[in-house]
């Protein structure tokens, strides 16, 4: 089993950038596949980012691509969200999850673990 700590959450300004890190414990986090999702209030956890074993494949939300980043540093057991021009829409409780395969790496039934997540909040 492997254990996630997010870290990095605050509160920005629009356009602002954060990077979010999620710490692994226990297994080694080379052996997962990774992602982010985000809640926002009254809304269902959504994907965010995928990453690979390796991470020589990624993948985004539709909402995000081409302005947040997934990478990851299986030596430190860490995996990284950069989060650039961010905007009121991506206030959230951002969570870190692992999973053992890549089919369904873009839903949230797909996982096996979870953080307990890390609070964004963009103003504008």
């Known amino acids: 089993q492997v254990q996630l700590v997010e870290s990095g959450g605050g509160l920005v300004q629009a356009g602002d950038s954060l990077r979010l890190s999620c710490a692994a414990s226990?297994?080694?986090?080379?052996?997962?596949?990774s992602g982010w999702f985000r809640q926002a209030p009254g809304k269902e956890r959504e994907f965010v980012a995928g990453?690979?074993?390796?991470?020589?494949?990624?993948y985004y939300g539709d909402s995000v691509k081409g302005r947040f980043t997934i990478s990851r540093d299986n030596a430190k057991n860490t995996v990284y969200l950069q989060m650039n021009s961010l905007k009121p829409e991506d206030t959230a409780v951002y969570y870190c999850?692992?999973?053992?395969?890549?089919?369904?790496?873009?839903?949230?039934?797909?996982?096996?673990?979870w953080g307990l997540g890390t609070q964004v909040t963009v103003s504008s």
């Open positions: 999850a692992a999973k053992s395969g890549l089919r369904g790496v873009t839903t949230v039934r797909g996982y096996d673990y």
């Open positions: 990453i690979n074993w390796t991470g020589g494949a990624t």
């Open positions: 226990g297994r080694a986090l080379s052996s997962y596949v």
